[in-house]
C-alpha cells in the first residue's frame, strides 16, 4: 500500500550554513550570525560546529564568545538569504511542485501516486537534495522527511540533522515516535507541555495513546482530534488559522540608543508593520509600542487603541502621542511595534482627510513592491529609512526584487501553542 504521500524540506542552520557557502573561508569554523556587531545582542544563527560549544540561536553573543573565543561573528546579510531562498525554490521544483512554502528554510511537497511507495519516495528525496547541492550550493545542508501526512514529514525531517533522510510509514508508527521529546513535535512549546502534563501525558509515547476527546479536551478545540489522527498517520488538512497581531522589532545598534535613535527606529518599524498589514488585507484595532532597556532596567510598554486602522498617517498619529507618555531618562536597547485585532479592513471612512491617508499608503505599497521598500515613504520617515534595515521573521519572507525571484505560494508555519 502506497502510504508516503509528503516530502518535507528543512534547510539546517539556514543563516549560518548560507554564509559558509558564501564564504569559504567560514567553512568547517564555528560560525554565529548576528544582526549587530556587539556583545549586548543575541545570535540569531549559528553553525553546527558551533553548537558543539553549546552555542545556540538565542545565546548572547559575549557569552558566546566566552565559550567558543575563536568564533566567527557574520553580521546578518538578509537579501542574500532571500535570494538564496528563491533559488532553492527553484531547485526543488526542477524535480517536483512544491505544495507550500512554509518558512524561509521550510518547503512542503505532495508527492504524484507513482512515488508514494517507500523505494521511489527515498530515490525522490535523494533527488531534491541533489538539486539543492549542486543548483545552489554543497555548504547549504538539508534535510529531508518522507511520510503518509505532512506533519508527520515534517517530523522526520527533524530527526536527523544536519543532511539527514528519514522515512517514517505507516508501518513504522507510531514506534518511531516513542523516542522523542514532546517538544520535538512542532506546535508544542512550553505551555502546551504544561497543559498536556496537566492530563498525565509527559512522553510523545503517552500522547500517541490518548484517546482523541482528551487531546479535544487538552487543545481546547477540534484542533486536538487532528493531531491524534496526525499522530496516527491519516492525511487530514491543517486546521485554519487566524493571524493574531502584525509587528517588527529591531535591536538597536550602539549609535541609535538614544531617545531620539529609539523614536527613529520605532517610526521605520511602524512603516514596515503598516505595510505587511495591507499587504496581509487587515486592519488593526490596537497597537503596542515597547522598548527594553539595558540591564535590569524596566521595559516601557504602552497599548494604544486604534478602530480599524491602516493607513500609515493614522498609525504615525497613534505613535507619536503614544510617544509623548513615555519616561524620560531610559538607556533604549531594543524597540517594538506590534499591531493587534486584526479584522477585515471597512469601507472606505466618511472623512475626506481619511480617505486619502488610505489612498496615498496603497499608493505609497504599489511604488515600494515595484522599485524597493524605502523607494516611496512619508516624511516622517526620512531620518529613519536605514534605521531597521531588512530582517526575516521565518515565517515572513520580505519581497526583495532580484533576477530569477518567484514564489507566488502562500506561507505560514505552525506556531508552538504555548
Known amino acids: 500500500m502506497a502510504t508516503t504521500r509528503w516530502l518535507y524540506l528543512d534547510m539546517n542552520a539556514f543563516f549560518a550554513s548560507a554564509e559558509q557557502q558564501l564564504q569559504p573561508a567560514l567553512r568547517g569554523k564555528p560560525v554565529a550570525v548576528v544582526p549587530t556587531m556587539t556583545d549586548r545582542t543575541c545570535c540569531i544563527a549559528v553553525s553546527y560546529e558551533a553548537r558543539q560549544f553549546g552555542i545556540r540561536t538565542g545565546t548572547n553573543v559575549g557569552q558566546a564568545k566566552q565559550l567558543c573565543p575563536w568564533l566567527r561573528l557574520v553580521e546578518g546579510r538578509h537579501e542574500q538569504y532571500i535570494e538564496l531562498h528563491h533559488r532553492i525554490i527553484a531547485a526543488i521544483e526542477t524535480v517536483l511542485p512544491i505544495e507550500r512554502v512554509w518558512s524561509i528554510d521550510e518547503f512542503a511537497c505532495r508527492l504524484s501516486l507513482q512515488h508514494r511507495e517507500r523505494a521511489p519516495a527515498l530515490e525522490m528525496a535523494g533527488r531534491v537534495k541533489q538539486a539543492v547541492a549542486t543548483q545552489v550550493g554543497r555548504h547549504l545542508r538539508c534535510s529531508v522527511g518522507l511520510a503518509p501526512n505532512r506533519f508527520l514529514a515534517k517530523v522526520a525531517a527533524g530527526m536527523r540533522k544536519p543532511d539527514g533522510l528519514t522515512h517514517l510509514g505507516l508501518e513504522d508508527l507510531p514506534d518511531a515516535l516513542h523516542p522523542l521529546q514532546l517538544g520535538d513535535l512542532p506546535g508544542i512549546g512550553r505551555g502546551m507541555q504544561r497543559r498536556l502534563e496537566q492530563f498525565g501525558v509527559r512522553t510523545v509515547r503517552q500522547l500517541c495513546a490518548t484517546p482523541p476527546e482528551t487531546m479535544r479536551m487538552i487543545w481546547r478545540s477540534k484542533v486536538g482530534e487532528q493531531w491524534s489522527r496526525w499522530l496516527r498517520g491519516e492525511d487530514v ?21 538614544t531617545d531620539t535613535g529609539a523614536r527613529a527606529v520605532m517610526t521605520r518599524l511602524l512603516h514596515k508593520a503598516a505595510a505587511r498589514l495591507r ?46 507618555c513615555r519616561p524620560r531618562g531610559m538607556q533604549p536597547l531594543k524597540a517594538s511595534v506590534t499591531l493587534y485585532g486584526l479584522t477585515a479592513p471597512q469601507s472606505l471612512p466618511l472623512f475626506a482627510d481619511h480617505q486619502q491617508a488610505i489612498r496615498a499608503s496603497r499608493v505609497m505599497d504599489a511604488v515600494n513592491a515595484e522599485l524597493g521598500p524605502t523607494a516611496l515613504y512619508f516624511a516622517s520617515m526620512h531620518k529613519s529609512r536605514d534605521a531597521a534595515p531588512l530582517r526575516i521573521a521565518f515565517t515572513n519572507i520580505p519581497e526583495v526584487a532580484f533576477e530569477g525571484a518567484r514564489d507566488p505560494r502562500p506561507r505560514g508555519g505552525l506556531r508552538r501553542a504555548d
Open 237 to 257: 488538512p491543517d486546521p485554519p488559522t487566524k493571524r493574531g497581531s502584525v509587528g517588527h522589532s529591531h535591536v538597536l545598534p550602539p549609535e541609535l540608543r
Open 279 to 324: 499587504r496581509l488585507g487587515y486592519a488593526a484595532g490596537r497597537m503596542e509600542v515597547e522598548i527594553s532597556q539595558f540591564g535590569d532596567g524596566p521595559a516601557w510598554r504602552v497599548t494604544v487603541k486604534l478602530g480599524g486602522v491602516q493607513d500609515t498617517p493614522t498609525l504615525l498619529k497613534a505613535l507619536e502621542a503614544a510617544w509623548e
